[in-house]
């Protein structure tokens, strides 16, 4: 990894100072690196909503997408893992955009939409993005919605939601299946059932017969409240996963933010399980060449967590992670996830510079 500058006053001064990126003269940032293949985005979301909010439009496209770490004004730590960096610039903003998940009437919700996550993708070199709904039982359809935006567009890739208390979940299961599911996100904090709790097992069951992939959150985030923070035994704790890794050897399952804080312990089960994939998104560049240098590279791949952060921001990381090695570059940022994912991979363009 070649030397970068890892702190900047904001992801505008980012832009500007890396080598990857540029600022169009209206301040809006861009990847300006041709890296003769497109980026594919493991990580990301729409609005979810829930109980009384308002509709979502996810063809209203707004002057900016308002992600929650916002691109002016927060300053930009890469040496740290991303919820990290989101907490000590504002903690508070992780509230208000729970407050807006459940009115939409105040906050950035409004903003989280299709039209402007597809543009900030055309800015950011992504050509596709996984697009994780998150469900409870009874109070949101958020697969739905992710499904209806998946039949306007085939850039943003449905992963559904179901819940395992919810007693009608195999029913919705069979429908998302028909209306083209690719695979389903676990959220235990959030949902509140622990990963290796038994009533997952149907799902991760189900996911087996039905050839889906299993995408879940790990650990427990630095911006989530202390009352959560603090537990002795976190429910998406990384030692939780192992039983369905083993147990269900032929279901794939992508284990999200790389594990953040304990990205040692997907290391080993990475190494442990074939079928675990390692989504790096928010870890920071010498963590990553951890990663690089002990699990097997070909499953690995990147992603955002839009709309809590702008799309550079995160890829830069992996960016600077790789420079120098353009074939890893080439598997993390677009080959794995494309094979992973059943899309058309596009060969690495052989150059005489090296790290594009």
Request: net charge neutral.
């Amino acid at each position: 990894m070649k030397k970068q500058k890892l702190k900047f006053k904001s992801v505008i001064h980012m832009a500007r100072e890396l080598p990857y990126f540029d600022v169009d003269e209206d301040g809006t940032p861009r990847l300006s690196l041709d890296l003769g293949y497109s980026i594919i985005d493991c990580h990301g979301h729409l609005a979810n909503n829930f109980l009384f909010a308002a509709p979502i439009d996810f063809w209203r496209r707004t002057a900016h997408s308002n992600t929650l770490f916002q691109i002016l004004g927060m300053p930009v730590d890469l040496s740290v893992y991303s919820g990290y960096n989101m907490n000590e610039n504002d903690s508070f903003n992780h509230f208000y955009y729970v407050q807006s998940v459940l009115t939409n009437k105040f906050g950035a919700m409004q903003h989280h939409s299709a039209a402007n996550l597809l543009r900030e993708m055309d800015l950011a070199g992504v050509s596709h993005t996984v697009n994780l709904a998150i469900d409870f039982p009874f109070v949101s359809s958020n697969s739905d919605h992710v499904l209806d935006v998946h039949e306007k567009t085939d850039r943003l890739l449905p992963f559904v939601s179901v819940h395992p208390m919810d007693p009608f979940w195999r029913r919705k299961m069979e429908r998302y299946v028909k209306r083209g599911a690719m695979g389903i996100k676990t959220h235990p904090e959030l949902q509140m059932v622990a990963f290796d709790n038994k009533k997952w097992e149907p799902i991760f069951e189900f996911c087996r017969e039905h050839n889906l992939l299993v995408l879940s959150h790990t650990s427990v985030s630095p911006v989530e409240p202390d009352a959560v923070k603090g537990k002795k035994e976190a429910r998406s704790k990384l030692d939780r996963f192992e039983k369905a890794l083993d147990d269900f050897g032929d279901v794939t399952f992508i284990m999200g933010h790389g594990g953040m804080m304990e990205y040692r312990t997907l290391i080993k089960l990475a190494q442990k399980y074939p079928n675990c994939i390692c989504e790096i998104d928010g870890q920071p560049p010498h963590q990553l060449e951890e990663f690089f240098a002990e699990v097997d590279n070909d499953r690995i791949v990147a992603g955002s967590d839009w709309p809590v952060y702008p799309l550079i921001y995160q890829f830069a990381k992996p960016l600077i992670a790789t420079e120098g090695h353009p074939e890893l570059r080439w598997k993390v940022l677009h080959a794995n996830a494309a094979r992973l994912l059943g899309l058309e991979v596009t060969p690495l363009r052989k150059r005489a510079k090296a790290g594009v």
